[in-house]
């Protein structure tokens, strides 16, 4: 029962490096999102995903671009990265049918300096 | 739009006592409504859900919640709170739709005194 599952679990950067958070489903969930934790601000809907194919922008999107070319994946590319940027980041999945509960991975947690 | 306001970024109980964690939120359209738990260094596990139907929710580990409507509150309690309660606890709603977005609140950490 593997569920969702990121990685890496750390990461440290340098300012303007890129990188590619991974994220893997193995539950056939049609919707997947990314969010990024910060202290005292709860969850940020980065970018989401209704299907292979189809991603669109959340509450934070920049900085960030994502694909998704199977149902399995969907990776969180980080093109410069920025200070700002330093944060846990989850991904997450749910069934397209079912009570809208989604699934969260372990996290990433990733510095910039 | 939605928005989700937790009241109390930090909560301190005793053992055994009432956990009572607060959590309004504004839609305009009738909500899903979770409640969340974080574990240090681990993702956020569901404790419950209220979609539809009766508005007192029973969850894991012997939390339970009431959606008042009126009110727009969702509060989470559990009647004796218990050592391995401590962590950080997320209100969230949907406002449905074909995406099912979650908006999360700021979240509330509980410690629970000995």
Redesign the interface.
């Known amino acids: 029962n593997a569920g ?1 599952t990121q990685t890496p679990k750390f990461r440290i950067l340098k300012i303007g490096q890129s990188m590619t958070l991974q994220c893997t489903q193995d539950m056939n969930h049609n ?1 997947m ?1 990314w ?1 990024r934790q910060d202290p ?6 980065i970018y ?1 995903s ?1 299907g292979a194919g189809i991603t ?1 922008k ?1 509450e934070v999107p920049n900085g960030y671009n994502v694909s998704r070319s199977t149902t399995e994946d969907f990776p969180l590319r980080l093109e410069l990265a920025a200070p700002s940027q330093t944060s846990v980041y ?1 991904c ?1 999945s ?1 069934d397209r049918a079912g ?9 990433t947690r990733l510095s910039v300096l | 739009a939605q928005s ?1 306001t937790q009241l109390g ?1 930090h909560v301190s109980v005793s053992e055994g006592a009432l956990v009572l964690l607060r959590c309004n939120y504004s839609s305009s359209v009738p909500p ?1 409504l ?1 409640w ?1 738990v974080q574990y240090p ?6 404790l419950l ?1 209220y ?1 539809t139907g009766a508005t007192l929710v029973k969850g894991i580990n012997g939390f339970e919640a009431e959606f008042k409507k009126s009110e727009t509150s969702f509060h989470l309690t559990k009647p004796s709170a218990h050592m391995s309660d401590a962590a950080e606890y ?1 209100c969230a709603v ?1 406002e ?1 739709g ?5 908006s ?4 509330t950490t509980v410690t629970v005194r000995a």
């Open positions: 969702v919707y999102y969010y005292g601000m709860g969850l940020k809907l989401y209704v669109d959340g989850f997450a749910r009570e809208a509960i989604q699934y969260f991975g372990a996290g | 989700v970024s899903y979770f969340y260094n681990q993702g956020l596990q569901l859900k979609t997320f949907s449905g074909n995406d099912y977005k979650l999360f609140g700021a979240g």
